[in-house]
């Protein structure tokens, strides 16, 4: 069944909104650095304190209001205390089930945690270290902070850096086009080569993909027949190198054409029938096989 999350008379779905989240946050957990007190952890003798703040684990948002004081035990131990997200158990309007504080032991070095993909399965359970510690008669010792941070603003400053290069990367690609340069754009799926450029006419090749297209041109009026040759990039020759002419006649202001231009593998000829003052331009294509 098809279901909406972010529309008119619909429910947005708490593992939508969390799957939101985590992808934004790219996976990240962590405590916001900017909200009460941080969640700070403090001890004395065998009982810890999470300070107020909040966490966002797994793209879900858990707020701690006050405090809270939690027993650490005077037994012998190598503890993590952890925020446990268990999404196999229910939740009731008064009472959230799927969230605590849970301290992990071990007797022989500090544990490993269940970290299950409750955002992809929307199940099972994911655990967060807020600290490390050990337990013993006399009370906690080596005691290690081990919360991580989400700073929003260092995320959306990362954000911004990124765009800016990537800006910055485009503006320095379209700065190398400079009336015909020899690139369009420095990549291999646009670039064009200049064959051939002197006072009296030009040649360029522009490959997009496999396909090439050869434009040529007089870049003065000429008087009489010409023709210049150019040379093909080797790995840019066509597979049949005997291209059919191609014919383009020029047009003067009267439409009376009086000349024509032929375009082959090798060279530009013009040939001006009536000696008079004329432009010509011709183009010719073919894919690379």
Excluded at 72 to 95: F, H, M, P, R, W
Excluded at 114 to 124: E, F, H, Y
Excluded at 173 to 178: H, P
Excluded at 246 to 263: C, E, R
Aim: glycine share 6%; hydrophobic share 35%.
């Amino acid at each position: 069944m098809l279901k909406g999350h972010v529309f008119k008379e619909q429910i947005f779905g708490n593992q939508i909104f969390a799957l939101f989240i985590n992808t934004f946050l790219n996976g990240q957990n962590g405590v916001s650095n900017n909200y009460k007190n941080g969640m700070q952890v403090t001890y004395s003798s065998s009982t810890l304190t999470v300070q107020s703040g909040a966490v966002c684990i797994q793209g879900r948002f858990l707020e701690e209001d006050t405090s809270t004081d939690i027993s650490a035990g005077t037994d012998s131990s190598y503890c993590k205390l952890v925020i446990e997200i268990d999404l196999d158990k229910q939740n009731t309007e008064g009472q959230l089930s799927q969230a605590s504080y849970k301290i992990v032991k071990s007797s022989s070095g500090y544990p490993n945690l269940t970290q299950n993909d409750i955002v992809k399965n929307n199940a099972g359970i994911y655990q967060y270290e807020l600290a490390r510690f050990k337990t013993s008669l006399s009370g906690i010792t080596e005691f290690q902070d081990m919360r991580t941070f989400l700073d929003f603003n260092s995320i959306y400053s990362v954000i911004q850096t990124q765009f800016q290069s990537v800006l910055d990367e485009l503006e320095e690609e379209l700065a190398s086009v400079e009336d015909g340069s020899a690139y369009v754009l420095k990549n291999d799926f646009t670039t064009k080569h200049i064959l051939l450029d002197n006072t009296n006419v030009r040649v360029e090749l522009i490959k997009i993909g496999n396909l090439c297209i050869i434009n040529a041109y007089s870049k003065s009026t000429l008087s009489s027949s010409y023709f210049w040759k150019f040379d093909i990039p080797e790995n840019l020759k066509p597979s049949n190198p005997s291209f059919i002419l191609h014919y383009s006649p020029t047009v003067d202001a009267n439409f009376n054409i009086d000349g024509y231009s032929v375009l082959t593998s090798e060279r530009f000829e013009v040939q001006n029938k009536t000696n008079t003052h004329k432009y010509f331009f011709n183009t010719i294509s073919y894919y690379l096989e």
